[in-house]
């Protein structure tokens, strides 16, 4: 039995949907901890491609159960869509295979519409460049003490009573501070309600149930999404999401206990990419041969919206600050292939703020946005990676330059990934079978 956590170690979009697919594998229980569908990943399973947003991936496994826990917030319509998506499919999902948390949070519509108001009248240097999903004003509801829960649209005169508080003052926050169309109690209402009896089969108790699986011997994977760099306490604030990413937050998301937790398995992209505004030590602009190399051939494009991310070189200050925050006890390092054919490759050991050196990402902004990357130089290999099937197969370069990220972090890669396919991956150490 083993309850094992994976995170994003750098600003999202590490491939955490392939690992934990993978790592789904093991696992009996499937939870997601915090975040909305401001995530996004697509697998292809059996030539067909899927799309998650909200439910766990471990849905397309016939005996897996998928949790939301409470520290994820939900847009029942984009949920019950991808229900419905996956439905098409053939895949009926029932309410033996999915769980959601009673004390979840529900993205309104009024949310969505703040957040794009909201980024739409700041000006340029000041955006988020949000996903627009409506995460932000959602969680600032929640902290608020304000928030609708999935509980309380399980109750429909609670529901009505909340809502009803809220809607005056987002319509008029939508109107007079935004000039944005405001919304309608009524269409919420009607359609609120048939969220409500679609969903009511899947809603429970998430801590209970986890505590029982725990206690019952079941292997559980809590999956993280985003990245520990747009954590809302640790990350490069404010161009974070609203969420704690880190592993603690596992415990928080799903009502489990810390000293249940075995393994923290931090994804670490073999580059570093970023998606949205915000400090980005090892970029190389748009335009520079190695960026656009990396955002090319990595296929670097959001899943969510389809942005082009921004692309760089590895920083070992960043994974550094990842392995403090979330006790990585392993690394899964992806789209090692990506850096095949490079004749020299760079990681960045630490920063230069100004004159001073630093080892971490300094919590000032404006020092964060000041920050020059130090640099060493590795060699590269021109083999592709895509047929390697074993770590021993990898070129010698290639294993040199894990080796070097293993020294700077002190965290050995527990798996590495070569490619997008199940097949493209060297399990080095499985962490579900215990040390
Ligand atoms: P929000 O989560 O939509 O509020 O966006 C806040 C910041 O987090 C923006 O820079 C987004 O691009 C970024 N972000 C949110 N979700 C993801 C994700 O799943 N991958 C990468 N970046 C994300």
Same mark, same amino acid.
């Given at each position: 039995?083993?309850?094992?956590?994976?995170?994003?170690? !750098?600003?999202g $979009?590490?491939?955490?949907?392939?690992?934990? #697919?993978?790592?789904?594998?093991?696992?009996?229980?499937?939870?997601?901890? =915090?975040?909305?569908?401001?995530?996004?990943?697509?697998l292809? /399973? #059996?030539?067909? !491609?899927?799309?998650?947003?909200?439910?766990p991936s471990?849905?397309?496994?016939?005996?897996?159960?998928?949790?939301? *826990?409470?520290?994820?917030?939900?847009?029942?319509?984009?949920?019950?869509?991808?229900?419905?998506?996956?439905a098409?499919k053939g895949?009926?999902?029932?309410p033996g295979?999915?769980?959601?948390?009673?004390?979840?949070?529900?993205?309104?519509?009024?949310? !969505?519409?703040? $957040?794009?108001?909201?980024?739409?009248?700041?000006?340029?240097?000041?955006k988020?460049?949000?996903?627009?999903?409506?995460?932000?004003?959602?969680?600032?509801?929640?902290v608020?003490?304000?928030?609708?829960? /999935?509980?309380d649209?399980m109750? &429909?005169?609670?529901?009505?009573?909340?809502?009803?508080?809220?809607i005056?003052?987002?319509?008029?926050?939508?109107?007079? =501070?935004?000039n944005?169309?405001?919304?309608?109690?009524?269409?919420?209402?009607?359609? +609120?309600t048939?969220?409500?009896?679609?969903?009511?089969?899947?809603?429970?108790n998430?801590?209970?149930?986890?505590d029982?699986?725990r206690?019952?011997?079941?292997?559980?994977?809590?999956?993280?999404?985003?990245?520990?760099?747009?954590?809302?306490d640790?990350?490069?604030?404010? +161009?974070?999401?609203?969420?704690?990413?880190?592993a603690?937050?596992?415990?928080? *998301?799903?009502?489990?206990? %810390?000293?249940?937790?075995?393994?923290?398995?931090?994804?670490?992209?073999?580059?570093?990419?970023?998606? *949205?505004?915000?400090?980005?030590?090892?970029?190389?602009?748009?335009?520079?041969?190695?960026g656009?190399?990396? =955002? !090319?051939?990595?296929?670097?494009?959001?899943?969510?919206?389809?942005?082009?991310?921004?692309c760089?070189?590895?920083?070992g200050?960043?994974?550094? $600050?990842?392995?403090r925050?979330?006790?990585?006890?392993?690394?899964?390092?992806?789209?090692?292939?990506?850096?095949?054919g490079?004749?020299?490759?760079?990681?960045?050991?630490q920063?230069?703020?100004?004159?001073?050196p630093?080892e971490?990402?300094?919590?000032?902004?404006?020092?964060a946005?000041?920050?020059? %990357?130090?640099?060493?130089?590795?060699?590269?290999?021109?083999?592709?990676l895509?047929?390697?099937?074993?770590y021993?197969?990898? &070129?010698?370069?290639?294993?040199?330059?894990?080796?070097r990220?293993e020294?700077?972090?002190?965290i050995?890669?527990?798996?590495?990934?070569?490619? &997008?396919?199940?097949? =493209?991956?060297l399990?080095?150490?499985?962490?579900f079978?215990?040390?």
């Amino acid at each position: 039995m083993a309850s094992v956590v994976v995170v994003g170690t !750098q600003w999202g $979009d590490e491939g955490k949907g392939k690992i934990v #697919d993978l790592l789904t594998r093991y696992a009996d229980f499937v939870v997601r901890f =915090q975040g909305g569908n401001n995530a996004g990943h697509t697998l292809v /399973v #059996d030539g067909k !491609q899927y799309i998650f947003h909200i439910i766990p991936s471990g849905i397309l496994y016939e005996d897996k159960t998928c949790v939301i *826990g409470n520290g994820v917030i939900i847009d029942p319509g984009v949920l019950l869509k991808e229900m419905a998506s996956l439905a098409e499919k053939g895949l009926t999902v029932t309410p033996g295979k999915m769980l959601i948390s009673s004390n979840a949070h529900l993205i309104m519509p009024y949310h !969505q519409r703040l $957040d794009v108001a909201r980024e739409n009248a700041l000006s340029k240097d000041k955006k988020i460049g949000t996903t627009g999903r409506g995460i932000g004003p959602c969680y600032v509801d929640k902290v608020g003490r304000v928030g609708v829960k /999935v509980g309380d649209l399980m109750d &429909p005169s609670l529901f009505k009573e909340k809502l009803e508080a809220a809607i005056d003052e987002k319509n008029f926050v939508l109107k007079k =501070q935004f000039n944005a169309e405001p919304v309608d109690l009524a269409a919420i209402t009607d359609e +609120f309600t048939r969220y409500a009896e679609q969903l009511a089969p899947f809603v429970g108790n998430v801590s209970v149930t986890l505590d029982k699986a725990r206690k019952a011997g079941q292997n559980i994977l809590f999956e993280g999404a985003q990245g520990t760099q747009l954590d809302i306490d640790h990350g490069t604030y404010p +161009f974070v999401t609203s969420s704690n990413t880190i592993a603690g937050n596992a415990c928080i *998301g799903s009502g489990f206990g %810390p000293s249940h937790i075995d393994e923290v398995i931090g994804i670490l992209k073999a580059y570093t990419t970023r998606v *949205g505004e915000g400090p980005f030590p090892t970029e190389l602009p748009e335009g520079d041969a190695i960026g656009d190399t990396l =955002q !090319q051939k990595g296929h670097e494009y959001g899943a969510t919206t389809g942005r082009r991310r921004r692309c760089g070189w590895f920083d070992g200050v960043v994974a550094n $600050d990842a392995v403090r925050l979330n006790g990585l006890t392993g690394f899964a390092v992806t789209k090692l292939d990506v850096l095949s054919g490079m004749k020299k490759i760079k990681l960045a050991t630490q920063y230069d703020v100004e004159g001073t050196p630093y080892e971490y990402m300094p919590e000032n902004i404006r020092l964060a946005r000041a920050a020059k %990357p130090v640099y060493e130089e590795v060699d590269g290999w021109s083999d592709e990676l895509t047929d390697v099937r074993s770590y021993d197969d990898l &070129p010698q370069e290639a294993k040199s330059y894990l080796k070097r990220v293993e020294d700077l972090t002190g965290i050995a890669p527990a798996i590495v990934s070569v490619g &997008p396919g199940r097949e =493209q991956t060297l399990m080095l150490r499985n962490p579900f079978e215990k040390k």
